[in-house]
């Protein structure tokens, strides 16, 4: 499994309180935050070879008793420490949506298989997770996936090339959420690894995802604190081609 080098540091984590829906036993391991009634971060950790222990962040998204999770924790043993907490919950998990191939989004997937559930990713996600050898997402689309939850949707888009050739962006209309995961940035921090970016591609594509997704006001990105619109503008302006 590809082991990967992030130029960043632990983020600190976002300014609000641990939610009192979703209680972690050990948040050494995986923690909850809210961003709204029905959506929390989950926070696992990955260790480097450069920067140590580094927070990576997925969502959680829940209605009707039932669950999105947008990457899986970074391993099996913390993913099955969340669906443990969400079974506990009576909340059922639909699916997982992996954004790209490194192991900070799938490292801990086939915890999800094992216990029967589906796993989505784009096509070229899939390609890629098979030549790297790491457990393969098992659901492919295009360009284009819409998810229903309920009378919700969710809109899962590739929208082109920044942190790797094959991550997307997950929105959530009727709660102006968006997972951007590792091509969005937490407000100042570095470019991160770059091994599989397309570095020239990056603001353009993150000018695609503004312009794709107008109404978004809650946005997570790949490692530390979630924002608003700023989060983009912020991406835009450090992969800026000069």
């Known amino acids: 499994m590809k082991k990967l080098i992030y130029?960043?540091?632990i983020p600190v984590l976002f300014g609000c309180n641990p939610s009192k829906s979703l209680v972690s036993k050990n948040e050494k391991q995986l923690a909850f935050f809210k961003i709204k009634k029905n959506a929390f971060v989950h926070i696992s950790f990955l260790q480097t070879q450069?920067?140590?222990?580094?927070?990576?962040?997925g969502l959680i998204y829940i209605h009707k008793n039932q669950a999105y999770i947008f990457d899986a924790p970074t391993d099996n043993?913390?993913?099955e420490v969340l669906?443990?907490?969400l079974e506990q919950k009576k909340i059922k998990i639909k699916g997982v949506v992996v954004n790209h191939f490194h192991n900070d989004c799938l490292g801990g997937l086939e915890a999800f298989h094992k216990k029967g559930?589906?796993?989505?990713?784009?096509?070229?996600?899939?390609?890629f997770a098979k030549k790297d050898n790491v457990t393969i997402p098992q659901i492919a689309f295009k360009e284009h996936l819409t998810l229903g939850i309920g009378k919700k949707e969710i809109e899962n888009h590739f929208l082109g090339e920044a942190h790797t050739k094959d991550n997307i962006i997950s929105f959530i209309p009727s709660e102006n959420i968006m997972f951007g995961g590792c091509m969005v940035k937490e407000l100042n921090a570095g470019k991160g690894f770059l091994g599989d970016a397309n570095e020239n591609e990056w603001s353009n594509t993150i000018r695609n995802v503004k312009k794709?997704?107008?109404?978004?006001?809650?946005?997570?990105?790949g490692h530390g604190k979630p924002g608003g619109q700023e989060l983009l503008d912020y991406t835009i302006g450090l992969f800026e081609v000069k």
């Open 83 to 85: 669906i443990k907490t």
């Open 117 to 127: 559930i589906k796993s989505y990713a784009s096509e070229k996600t899939i390609e």
């Open 7 to 9: 130029f960043l540091l």
């Open 50 to 57: 450069t920067w140590r222990k580094v927070g990576c962040n």
């Open 77 to 79: 043993e913390t993913s």
């Open 212 to 221: 794709t997704f107008p109404t978004a006001q809650f946005i997570v990105p």
